[in-house]
C-alpha cells in the first residue's frame, strides 16, 4: 500500500487549503480512510474519516471548518480546510487500515 498525501503549505489565519492523498497497491472502495495530524511537540491526533459509504466523522476541534471526501474511482481521498487557525498547524497524515503516508505540512500563520 502506498499513499502520498500532498497539498500542504503556509496560509494566513482564516485561510483555506485543500488537501489530497492518492492511494495505490490496495482495494480502495471498500476501506475507511482517515486522516490524522501531528502538531509540533504534541501526540498526534485523529482529524477526521470517511468509511466506504462516504459516511464521514469529524474530530470536535474541526467540525464545521473541515470536509473529508473521497473519489474511489481515482483512488483518492480530500480534505478541505476553511477557516483555517493557527492551531490547525500539524503534519497532516492520510491513513488506509495500517498504513500511513508520508504527511504534509499545514502551517498557519500570519
Known amino acids: 500500500v502506498q499513499l502520498q498525501a500532498y497539498g500542504g503549505g503556509l496560509v494566513q489565519p482564516g485561510g483555506s487549503l485543500r488537501l489530497s492523498c492518492a492511494a495505490s497497491?490496495?482495494?480502495?472502495?471498500?476501506?475507511?480512510m482517515y486522516w490524522y495530524r501531528q502538531a509540533p511537540g504534541k501526540q498526534r491526533e485523529w482529524v477526521a474519516s470517511?468509511?466506504?459509504?462516504?459516511?464521514?466523522n469529524y474530530a470536535g476541534a474541526v467540525k464545521g471548518r473541515f470536509t473529508i471526501s473521497r473519489d474511489n474511482a481515482k483512488r483518492m481521498v480530500y480534505l478541505q480546510m476553511n477557516s483555517l487557525k493557527p492551531e490547525d498547524t500539524a503534519v497532516y497524515y492520510c491513513?488506509?487500515?495500517?498504513?500511513w503516508g508520508q504527511g504534509t505540512l499545514v502551517t498557519v500563520s500570519s
Open positions: 470517511i468509511n466506504s459509504r462516504s459516511s464521514t
Open positions: 491513513v488506509i487500515g495500517l498504513a
Open positions: 497497491g490496495i482495494i480502495f472502495s471498500d476501506k475507511a
